[in-house]
């Protein structure tokens, strides 16, 4: 079963990262309040999402992807999404 590494950010550029098997299902708790650190920081955009065969695979990258300084994760992203577009639109 394919799962995926997110990340979602606010205007600031704050970043939050997590794994799911179904993005738009995830993104919601998200966007409406439902967790905590991202309601904090208003860390509702969803900006960058990976593809992996499995959930082993897509938790190792998450765990590396957080151990990174905030300028890689902001290279990440804009590799793929250089304008930050909420991506949530066209999941």
Do not use: C
């Not at 650190?37 to 765990?63: C, G, Q, W």
Request: no cysteine.
């Amino acid at each position: 079963m394919r799962h995926y590494v997110y990340m979602l950010s606010n205007k600031k550029r704050l970043t939050y990262t997590g794994v799911t098997d179904w993005v738009p299902t995830r993104v919601r708790p998200h966007r409406y309040g439902e967790n905590h650190f991202t309601m904090k920081y208003r860390i509702n955009r969803l900006v960058f999402v990976e593809e992996h065969p499995d959930k082993e695979s897509a938790a190792k990258r998450e765990k590396q992807i957080k151990g990174w300084r905030r300028s890689k994760k902001h290279a990440l992203i804009e590799s793929v999404n250089p304008e930050w577009r909420d991506l949530s639109q066209h999941t």
